[in-house]
C-alpha cells in the first residue's frame, strides 16, 4: 500500500536558504512581478495618508517596501508563517528605511486576531498554495476579519481552469519563458514537481465567488502575467 504524499508546510518550505533567493527566483518566475506592485500603487492612491497596511503572506515584504517607500505615513502589518522569510523581509525594511513603520507576526493569518484596523491589505501569491477550499475560504475570510469595512483587498495568485481551453497555451509559454530566461533543466523539473504538487489552480469564477464568500466585493482584475493574475475587492460595509 502506497503512502500519502508529504502535507506541503509553507514554514518547512520558505526556509533561510530560499528566502535569501526568493526575490530573484520570483521575478524570473513572473515576468511581470515588478509591475504587478507598481499597478498597486494607483489602485491604493486615494487611501488615507495615515492608513494602516495589512500584508498577508508577507514573504520578504516586496509590497510592503514598495508602498511605504511611495507612502511615507502609512503603517504595515507583515504576517507570515515562516520566521526565515519574515526575517528577510526585516532585513530589507531596515536597508530600505521603513523598519520604524513595520510590525511582523509569525504565524498563520487565520490566527491573527487584531480586529478590523486595516485600511487595506494584500495577499500575493499566497492562497494558490492552500488546495482545499475550505481551509482557503478561512484565510480569506481571517484577512477581511482584520480589515475595515470598505477597506481594499489586493489578491494575486496562479489561477486557472485545467480544463479550459486557454490554460494549456498560457502554461506553456509561461514554461518557455522560464527555460529561456535560464532555468536549468533539473531545476525546471524539481519546479514543475512544485507547482502541480503544492499549488491549487483555481478558476477565475471559483476564486470570485470564495472572495464574495469571504466578505468582499466590487471585484475587478487589473492584472495578469501568462497564469498570474490579480484582483481588487472591496471589504463589504
Not at 27 to 46: G, I, K, T
Not at 52 to 57: D, P, T
Not at 133 to 148: D, S
Not at 218 to 234: C, E, H, K, N, T
Request: charge should be neutral; glycine fraction near 6%; aromatic fraction near 12%.
Amino acid at each position: 500500500m502506497s503512502s500519502a504524499p508529504p502535507t506541503f508546510d509553507p514554514a518547512q518550505y520558505f526556509n533561510r536558504d530560499l528566502a535569501a533567493r526568493y526575490d530573484q527566483g520570483i521575478r524570473l518566475s513572473c515576468p511581470a512581478y515588478d509591475a504587478l506592485h507598481v499597478m498597486m500603487v494607483p489602485l491604493l492612491q486615494l487611501l488615507p495618508a495615515d492608513a494602516r497596511f495589512l500584508s498577508a503572506g508577507a514573504g520578504t515584504g516586496a509590497e510592503v517596501i514598495a508602498l511605504a517607500t511611495r507612502f511615507p505615513r502609512w503603517r504595515f502589518t507583515a504576517v507570515d508563517v515562516s520566521g526565515d522569510m519574515l526575517q528577510e523581509c526585516r532585513t530589507r525594511a531596515a536597508r530600505a528605511g521603513v523598519l520604524d513603520r513595520l510590525r511582523l507576526h509569525q504565524g498563520r493569518m487565520e490566527d491573527f486576531r487584531e480586529g478590523a484596523v486595516h485600511d487595506a491589505g494584500a495577499s500575493i501569491f499566497v492562497a494558490h498554495f492552500i488546495t482545499d477550499p475550505a481551509a482557503r475560504l478561512a484565510y480569506l475570510r481571517a484577512i477581511a476579519a482584520n480589515l475595515k469595512p470598505g477597506a481594499d483587498f489586493i489578491l494575486a495568485d496562479l489561477y486557472g481552469d485545467r480544463d479550459a481551453a486557454e490554460f494549456v497555451p498560457l502554461l506553456q509559454a509561461w514554461l518557455l519563458y522560464y527555460v529561456s530566461h535560464g532555468a536549468e533543466r533539473q531545476k525546471l523539473t524539481a519546479d514543475l514537481q512544485h507547482i502541480f504538487g503544492n499549488i491549487a489552480f483555481t478558476s477565475e469564477d471559483e476564486m470570485r465567488a470564495q472572495l464574495e464568500a469571504a466578505g468582499f466585493c466590487d471585484i475587478v482584475r487589473f492584472f495578469q502575467s501568462f497564469l498570474f493574475g490579480a484582483w481588487i475587492a472591496r471589504k463589504k460595509a
